[in-house]
C-alpha cells in the first residue's frame, strides 16, 4: 500500500520503512513495566516481523517475541493457572489478546511454547463465568460475557472443556468439575 501510494514518495516510504524498523529494535529491548502494556508491545514486534520479513532483524524479533510472550504468560500467573491481577475483566481481556497473539502466530507457522500455561488460565477464565457466560464480577470491571474468549480458545487449544463453556453447551464436553479452588 505505501510502496503504490500516490501521495507517497520513494523518500517518504523509504522514512516510514526507517521509522518501523527503529520501533522494532526498541521493541526487542525496551518494554513497559505494566505486564499488558508489554504484551501489548511484544505483539507490536511480531506483527512487524511477520509482515516485515525482509528487515535483517525479523527472525531475531519474531523469536524475541515469541519467547517473551511465553515468559510474560508464565509471569503474570499462578501456578494453578490463576491471573495475578486481582480484576475478572483484566483477565479475560488478557486471555483474548494472547488469543489473539497465538492465532497470528499459528497463521504463519510460529510454534507459542506456553500453549500449556494458557490452557491453565483459560480454565481459570472458565471456572470464573457464571451459567449464562458472564463473569462473576470482581475488582475494576464490569459485566461481560467470557463466551466468544472461551470458545476461540477452545478451538484453538482443542479443548473441548473450554468449548462447551464458549458455546453454551452447544458444543464440545461438560466441564469435569462443578467447582475450583486456586490456592495461589
Known amino acids: ?38 504484551q501489548t508491545q511484544k505483539l507490536a514486534l511480531l506483527r512487524a516481523a511477520i509482515y516485515l520479513p525482509e528487515f535483517t532483524s525479523a527472525t531475531d524479533a519474531r523469536s524475541n517475541a515469541a519467547n517473551f510472550l511465553a515468559q510474560q504468560l508464565d509471569d503474570s500467573t499462578y501456578p494453578d493457572g490463576g491471573y495475578w491481577e486481582a480484576t475478572s475483566g483484566y483477565a479475560r481481556g488478557y486471555v483474548s489478546q494472547y488469543v489473539e497473539i497465538v492465532e497470528l502466530m499459528q497463521a504463519h507457522g510460529i510454534a507459542f511454547p506456553a500453549r500449556e500455561k494458557l490452557r491453565k488460565l483459560g480454565h481459570f477464565l472458565m471456572d470464573q463465568t457464571m451459567p449464562n457466560g458472564y463473569t462473576a464480577n470482581y475488582g475494576d470491571s464490569g459485566s461481560q460475557s467470557q463466551r466468544s474468549v472461551l470458545r476461540r480458545l477452545g478451538e484453538l487449544l482443542d479443548d473441548a472443556e473450554l468449548i462447551h463453556a ?19
Open 166 to 184: 464458549g458455546t453454551a453447551g452447544g458444543s464440545g464436553t461438560m466441564p469435569a468439575h462443578t467447582a475450583a479452588l486456586y490456592p495461589d
Open 1 to 38: 500500500i505505501l510502496r503504490t501510494s500516490p501521495s507517497l514518495d520513494a523518500e517518504t516510504n523509504t522514512r516510514i520503512l526507517k521509522a518501523l524498523y527503529r520501533s522494532g529494535a526498541f521493541l526487542r529491548g525496551n518494554v513497559n513495566g505494566s505486564p499488558k502494556w508489554m
